[in-house]
């Protein structure tokens, strides 16, 4: 559906008739202790399957909801060396998924593909030796380390017409210093 002011894509609810949806989550953090605590990992990894009841549009019962993925994956390594310095790598995996209610139609169009985003930080900061006030931070990000241009969103159609997409944000910078009082 367009805004009428904007003439964007915007996202709206969709009455997709009667569904099921069942999943399982597993999630854990890892910090060995040959690292001296300093090191730790984190993981959650999702399945989740989601169908329509009834038909809806061109699909039969048994069809996946649109922008359902089955498999979700986050995880990061997180490296804390000292008291002033975190340095993070992160990656959230999300699967393969219909973009629409046109899955008996399958079309190169309304398959939405894998993907992997890559994300990572270095928070310094707090109590330290080399004269950096204590009640300042700097963190630095990156999100999209690898610059991974996929579509990352879609807002469906509910009258069974073409889906929306909006890209995943390209690499991004971002610097914030913080001064706590």
């Not at 953090?29 to 984190?42: E, L």
């Given at each position: 559906m367009l805004n009428p002011a904007t003439?964007?894509?915007?996202?709206?609810?969709?009455?997709?008739?009667?569904?099921?949806?069942?999943?399982?989550?597993?999630?854990?953090?890892?910090?060995?202790?040959?690292?001296?605590?300093?090191?730790?990992?984190?993981?959650?990894?999702?399945?989740?399957?989601?169908?329509?009841?009834?038909?809806?549009?061109t699909n039969p019962a048994g069809s996946q909801l649109a922008d359902s993925p089955e498999w979700i994956f986050t995880g990061g390594v997180t490296y804390e060396p000292t008291e002033w310095l975190v340095a993070n790598l992160s990656t959230k995996y999300t699967g393969e998924r219909f973009a629409d209610f046109k899955e008996a139609s399958v079309s190169p169009g309304n398959v939405m593909e894998s993907y992997f985003l890559w994300s990572g930080y270095v928070d310094i900061g707090g109590p330290n030796n080399f004269g950096l006030p204590e009640n300042i931070s700097l963190r630095f990000n990156v999100d999209n380390i690898f610059d991974e241009e996929t579509l990352a969103f879609t807002f469906t159609s509910s009258s069974g017409g073409n889906a929306f997409f909006r890209p995943l944000n390209p690499r991004t910078f971002q610097a914030t210093l913080t001064a706590r009082f």
């Open positions: 003439q964007q894509p915007e996202s709206f609810s969709v009455n997709a008739g009667e569904t099921s949806a069942f999943g399982v989550e597993l999630s854990g953090v890892y910090q060995p202790d040959f690292f001296d605590d300093r090191v730790y990992a984190n993981f959650n990894l999702t399945y989740n399957q989601t169908e329509l009841k009834d038909g809806f549009g």
